[in-house]
């Protein structure tokens, strides 16, 4: 009989170490995510930039062509 207390406390055991793990990741997770939201406004920002000082360039070409 003793054997079967030995199985459940392993069993519990296994899943406070699973539940343990699971809240780990979790907050990799949203970590992860902070990250990604922060490097898509830095590209969005990077994009604009890119487009504002592309402007000029691009109108001194197009009088280049016609002129």
């Known amino acids: 009989m003793w054997w079967l207390y030995?199985?459940?406390?392993?069993?519990?055991?296994?899943l406070l170490v699973l539940g343990a793990l699971a809240v780990r990741v979790f907050l990799a997770v949203e970590e992860l995510a902070r990250q990604v939201a922060a490097s898509t406004d830095a590209?969005?920002?990077?994009?604009?930039?890119?487009?504002?000082s592309a402007r000029p360039v691009a109108e001194r070409a197009?009088?280049?062509s016609r002129g």
């Open 6 to 14: 030995l199985c459940v406390g392993l069993a519990t055991a296994g």
């Open 43 to 52: 590209f969005a920002e990077a994009g604009e930039r890119l487009q504002r």
């Open 62 to 64: 197009g009088q280049i």
